[in-house]
């Protein structure tokens, strides 16, 4: 494969290859540079492009975003983001089918591909789950995974409580430990079962939920589970207000602290989203949590798009950074569009900061690539090298939108989209070229997506404090005017 530009990967470090080669035979790479001396198969010339790395998205959303029925209704627990007492008691649900479950995570897997992302660890909300995840509905994403060509690494999320709002209004936590661990002991069984399936395509990890909703047993449990199997643990933490006075009530300690007492943390850890610690203006007092973090080797998985959507962020993305703390990115919302969110990431940390030269266009794009790998221990991604997984990316640098094209890395930070990923070949097999999927119709899928969403946002009523109609829990920008027959 030939293009205009190839980041290929020199000394530890991305560099830039204009009018360079990438050459892959059986889902490696075994040449990165300029003219090849062996024989070829096949040249593809991809012209007026930049061949990358695929993006390594360690928090990526599959299922349907119920994140941005929040985005501008406001508070979460009185608009069906916290079950009320009265839906708990009368027993939770799954509001979405089996099949339905199915459907939206191959969706999603796809959306994620026609963003440039090649290696990811699903995220999906509990909020419309009657507890955790299944083993099934996880086997199911396996072979969606693997008929697509995703690289993923997979495990069903389960937790040892839930939070609900009580008749007056006031947020307290449902602990049910037995079944917590129940889906613990599922979850390891899955590991075991599924690691390394599909020519090693799909590899396992486990999930506990939040932190708030876990009990000290489940996540001891889970470290040492994690440990045994070797697999990447995965905890959202250190992300809300309510969560830091939530564990700060039960524990009398940070998120992060009550981590370190458990012995959880180890390089291993990813922490989605990390932005609620100590020191910062979201947590106030001296703290250690990001010591602890440091010195604990655990990657804070940093969404950028969806904290900022809700006045949250790192401070910062640059500061951490020279603490030694390890970072990987996450897509965690719609649309999955790694390079949005690196925008997004960049922009607040300058504004953080408050200085044009905090970080730079390369230092987003290394964590969206070889920080995602090493949180994984995965040497053979994140990068374009001899002996490395043939995971790569066409980005269209042709587009008119995009404007003029001096530093590619440069250009893709400032104007370009995950729309503008052409072709992505991951394990050497192309999964998409010209935008297009084999076997997938984006149009037909898209529409049933939105009906799935539809009855969704149907049911909210049943989840949400007060039973308000749903035109009373979503608020629209404007005033709808019907149509009126005459």
């Known amino acids: ?23 892959h035979q059986d889902g490696e790479i075994i040449y990165v540079g300029h003219g090849f001396p062996g024989e070829i198969d096949e040249r593809i010339d991809c012209g007026q492009a930049l061949i990358a790395p695929g993006f390594i998205d360690l928090d990526a959303l599959s299922d349907l975003d119920t994140t941005i029925l929040s985005f501008d209704n406001h508070p979460a627990w009185r608009k069906g983001r916290v079950w009320p007492k009265s839906y708990m008691d009368a027993g939770p649900y799954e509001m979405y089918t089996p099949e339905e479950l199915v459907f939206q995570k191959r969706h999603a897997f796809a959306q994620l591909i026609r963003n440039g992302i090649t290696t990811a660890l699903p995220i999906a909300s509990l909020f419309y789950r009657e507890w955790g995840e299944t083993v099934e ?9 693997a008929e697509l060509g995703l690289r993923v690494y997979l495990g069903p999320a389960y937790r040892t409580g839930n939070s609900y709002v009580e008749a007056n209004g006031t947020i307290d936590l449902f602990f049910d430990e ?66 830091r006075v939530t564990v700060n009530r039960l524990h009398g300690m940070t998120s992060i602290e009550w981590l370190e007492s458990l012995d959880f943390l180890t390089e291993k850890t990813l922490l989605p989203h990390g932005t609620h610690v100590s020191p910062s203006r979201f947590v106030p007092g001296p ?33 951490y950074r020279k603490r030694g703390i390890r970072v990987g990115l996450g897509t965690d919302t719609s649309p999955p569009d790694m390079l949005l969110n690196m925008q997004v990431g960049l922009m607040t940390c300058r504004m953080a900061e408050g200085c044009a030269t905090a970080c730079r266009a ?86 049933r997506a939105q009906r799935q969403f539809d009855g969704l946002m149907r049911k909210y009523p049943q989840r949400t404090f007060g039973h308000p109609p749903v035109k009373e829990i979503f608020s629209s920008a404007y005033q709808i005017v019907e149509k009126v027959d005459r």
């Not at 030939?2 to 009018?19: I, N, R, S, Y």
């Not at 509905?137 to 995974?145: P, S």
């Not at 080797?297 to 910062?316: K, T």
């Open 1 to 23: 494969m030939t293009a205009a530009w190839v980041v290929g990967h020199e000394g530890g470090k991305h560099v830039l290859m204009p009018h360079g080669e990438v050459v």
């Open 137 to 145: 509905e996880f086997e199911g994403a396996a072979d969606a995974a």
């Open 178 to 243: 037995p079944r917590g661990l129940k889906g613990l002991d599922e979850a390891i069984t899955f590991c075991g079962r599924m690691e390394r399936r599909h020519g090693g395509l799909v590899r396992t990890m486990l999930a506990p939920d939040r932190i708030e909703t876990c009990t000290a047993a489940l996540l001891r449990r889970t470290a040492a589970a994690g440990r045994e199997l070797g697999v990447p643990v995965r905890l959202h933490c250190s992300q809300s207000e309510f969560e």
């Open 287 to 319: 703290g250690r949590d990001l010591e602890i973090i440091a010195g604990s080797g655990a990657v804070v998985v940093h969404c950028p798009l969806v904290a900022g959507r809700f006045g949250n962020g790192l401070e910062s993305f640059a500061s």
């Open 362 to 447: 390369e230092d987003y794009f290394d964590a969206a690539t070889l920080g995602g790998a090493d949180a994984l221990g995965r040497a053979d991604l994140g990068r374009l090298a001899p002996g490395c997984r043939a995971d790569l990316v066409v980005w269209d640098l042709a587009n008119p939108d995009l404007g003029q094209v001096i530093d590619p890395i440069q250009s893709l930070m400032v104007s370009a989209s995950g729309r503008d990923a052409k072709t992505v070949v991951i394990d050497g097999r192309t999964v998409m070229r010209d935008r297009e999927i084999p076997g997938v119709d984006h149009a037909s899928n898209a529409a």
